[in-house]
C-alpha cells in the first residue's frame, strides 16, 4: 500500500482521535474503566464506531484483507 495523500492519512487518524474522546467521555459519565463493564457491551453503537475508526485508522480506508 502506498500512501499518496498525506490529508487521507490524517482524516483517519483525526477521526479515531474523536473517537477516542468519545468512548472515554462515556466511559467517564458511566464510571466505568473498560466498555466490556458495560451492560449496553455488544450492542452499543458508540463501540461499533469506535471499533469502525480503528480498523479504518489501520487500513487507510482500505478494504479487504484485514482480519482481527
Known amino acids: 500500500m502506498q ?21 472515554q467521555e462515556c466511559q467517564q459519565n458511566k464510571t466505568l474503566d473498560s466498555c466490556s463493564k458495560c451492560e449496553q457491551y455488544l450492542g452499543c ?3 461499533e464506531d469506535y471499533v469502525k475508526s480503528v480498523y479504518n485508522s489501520m487500513s487507510k480506508g482500505d478494504t479487504g484483507g484485514f482480519e482481527f
Open 3 to 23: 500512501i499518496t495523500n498525506q490529508n487521507e492519512l490524517d482524516k483517519f487518524e483525526a477521526h479515531l482521535e474523536s473517537m477516542i474522546q468519545k468512548v
Open 45 to 47: 453503537q458508540l463501540r
